[in-house]
């Protein structure tokens, strides 16, 4: 499989959620950074990205694809044995310089949220302003408590806490010494579901109202759809794609990526007068599509509609409620599976026969090499 194809130029899937360029100034500069564990396994090989003040960009892949690697090494945490780190235009890291991770002025929020069991609410968001004055700390770390929504709990310890309590305390004893960015790694794993979708609204509202630029660690494609202007997917220790979260879900540049950050299915097809003809339809064909004639068309369970039911040659196999919708896995003729997504009012029995219709509006292709 080649490289992708999409119908419409990335620009009409690509609503830029970050400020506007006059206001911004660039505050990270990562240029093809390597790190490597040992003397010949590269942990991640020519990580190149820039961030613009306020930015939210979200690390997307699988477990050990270089993520937190990545995040570790602009913090200082991890050396770089090749390329270089620039914040705010200072360099930090590269094979012969090393800044350690306290003058970087980068803050960071751990997995397992690190707070000082030992240490009241108050001390732990205060750890770190030991530069200002008794009462500038204790304003700030009023501020902070304010921000976070915890006023009136300084007092208590971590343990007497809930978790999303416990993840804002992380938050504010990273962001109280106003940092130039904040990391995060994987910061809503320890949390339950609901709770979950809370947080991630809560830390989105205040890295917004903040203008703060962060970097969240993630393996979750939701996660990263909901709170990223950009999304970088990793794959074996590289970046395979960088984008928004729109052009990452649409217009996906490797199969890989397709089936990441979502429900992906390739059908075989031809090209021929203008369409993508394959076993359950025609396909708008790419406008700018100049490459071989045999594909892989990307089929997303949105791009089919159930048309009859009891009739046709597809045949539902599977059927999976997600509240909002029903997402069927249907068996085609040639034996190969798709997924369609149907109304969550729209449930049809297990066996049955189905006529399919394509409802595609845009089309991504991948050359099908043999």
Not at 100 to 123: I, K, N, S, T
Not at 146 to 175: D, N, T
Not at 263 to 279: I, K, N, Y
């Amino acid at each position: 499989m080649g490289a992708f194809v999409h119908e419409h130029a990335p620009e009409a899937l690509n609503p830029d959620r970050r400020p506007t360029p006059s206001t911004t100034r660039t505050v990270l500069d990562c240029c093809t950074v390597t790190c490597a564990y040992g003397l010949t396994k590269s942990a991640i090989r020519d990580v190149s990205f820039s961030m613009q003040q306020g930015d939210i960009l979200c690390l997307l892949g699988p477990s050990g694809c270089g993520k937190t690697t990545t995040l570790r090494a602009i913090a200082g945490f991890e050396r770089a044995v090749y390329g270089e780190i620039f914040i705010n235009g200072r360099l930090m890291s590269s094979a012969q310089v090393h800044l350690p991770p306290e003058q970087r002025h980068v803050g960071m929020v751990f997995q397992e949220y690190a707070l000082f069991p030992h240490l009241r609410v108050e001390e732990n968001i205060a750890f770190g302003l030991t530069n200002l004055s008794s009462s500038e700390r204790r304003a700030q770390v009023q501020a902070m408590l304010s921000i976070i929504g915890l006023s009136g709990l300084e007092k208590r310890y971590p343990h007497e806490l809930s978790g999303g309590q416990q993840q804002r305390v992380a938050l504010a004893r990273a962001l109280a010494p106003k940092p130039v960015m904040l990391l995060l790694d994987e910061p809503f794993s320890n949390l339950d579901p609901d709770m979950t979708v809370k947080m991630r609204e809560e830390l989105l509202q205040l890295l917004k109202g903040t203008q703060t630029t962060s970097i969240l660690v993630t393996h979750d494609h939701e996660e990263a759809f909901a709170i990223a202007d950009r999304i970088a997917v990793f794959q074996d220790g590289q970046i395979v794609q960088i984008d928004t979260p729109e052009n990452i879900y649409h217009l996906p540049t490797s199969p890989f990526v397709a089936e990441f950050v979502g429900q992906a299915d390739f059908l075989p097809g031809s090209l021929q007068q203008g369409v993508a003809s394959t076993e359950v339809g025609e396909f708008p064909k790419p406008a700018h599509y100049n490459g071989q004639a045999h594909v892989q068309v990307l089929v997303r369970p949105d791009d089919i509609r159930i048309t009859a039911v009891g009739t046709g040659e597809a045949c539902i196999e599977a059927r999976q409620f997600r509240g909002s919708e029903n997402v069927y896995r249907i068996r085609l003729p040639s034996g190969r599976q798709i997924h369609c997504s149907e109304p969550s009012t729209a449930v049809y029995p297990l066996h049955a026969l189905v006529e399919l219709e394509v409802i595609a509006t845009h089309t991504v292709l991948f050359e099908h090499n043999e």
